[in-house]
């Protein structure tokens, strides 16, 4: 679509340039089919990286939608502020400074400190892609409640997770890919991959999750879709990751 986004900033968001564009149609496809946007939409992005997701809605929000997208990586949140922004002025991004062992070590603040830049109720989408699985409990409830403070009533989210049963979590140590195993628990229901760095690549378990988003005053908008992430499942999304489609209840 006419940007020339930097290969260092591409590789941040784990692909490659010649994975971009397909992960982008991937997702939209994912979006539209779960929380379809509509041209006067506000859609707020947790973790928007280099504008994968943000880039397409350009073509689907109208002048009257808008665009919120955040991000811990500050020169992702630069570029975009930068080339998206200057062609779409209703597409705003904004960079938190949180910290996180893995992806902002000397970040200055928690992520119990964000408030969301949007106004109660004034949200029709949140994508969520690739943020919770790597969040512990503490931020996981946090963004839950968040979200739903800025939701409209029947908005909707469209979130990734790796969500795993005990079983599943016992035998994700037989993954090939070593990011794929959890053998550390890390408080009830939740499992990280690696102790010294555990926001690297967090699972959580079904009843846990359930628990999280009842509390948090959201619901399920549909069954969890389970991703190939596990090698021993069958019959899953052409997805590496689980996803969770959140309503805030009407």
């Avoid at 628990?211 to 389970?226: N, Y």
Wanted: charged fraction near 20%; charge should be negative; glycine fraction near 8%.
């Amino acid at each position: 679509m006419g940007y020339r986004i930097p290969v260092e900033l591409i590789q941040k968001t784990g692909a490659g340039p010649d994975s971009f564009d397909a992960l982008a149609a991937l997702h939209g496809q994912m979006l539209s089919e779960r929380a379809p946007v509509g041209a006067d939409d506000t859609v707020l992005e947790l973790g928007c990286g280099i504008g994968r997701d943000a880039i397409p809605l350009t073509q689907v929000l109208s002048d009257r939608g808008r665009y919120i997208g955040i991000d811990i990586d500050r020169s992702s949140i630069e570029w975009c502020a930068a080339n998206i922004s200057a062609r779409h002025p209703n597409f705003e991004f904004h960079y938190f400074d949180v910290r996180n062992k893995t992806y902002n070590p000397r970040g200055r603040i928690s992520t119990s400190d964000i408030r969301l830049p949007a106004a109660d109720g004034s949200v029709d989408r949140v994508i969520a892609q690739s943020v919770f699985t790597h969040l512990l409990e503490p931020d996981c409830r946090h963004y839950l409640h968040e979200l739903r403070r800025v939701l409209v009533p029947g908005g909707l989210v469209l979130a990734t997770f790796f969500v795993a049963t005990d079983d599943e979590i016992a035998t994700s140590l037989s993954n090939t890919v070593p990011f794929f195993r959890f053998p550390h628990a890390w408080g009830e229901g939740f499992h990280v991959n690696d102790k010294s760095q555990p926001e690297g690549s967090v699972a959580v378990t079904p009843g846990k999750l359930l628990a999280l988003i009842e509390r948090s005053g959201l619901a399920l908008a549909r069954p969890i879709e389970l991703g190939y992430w596990h090698e021993a499942r069958s019959g899953t999304l052409n997805f590496g990751q689980d996803v969770v489609t959140l309503a805030r209840p009407a």
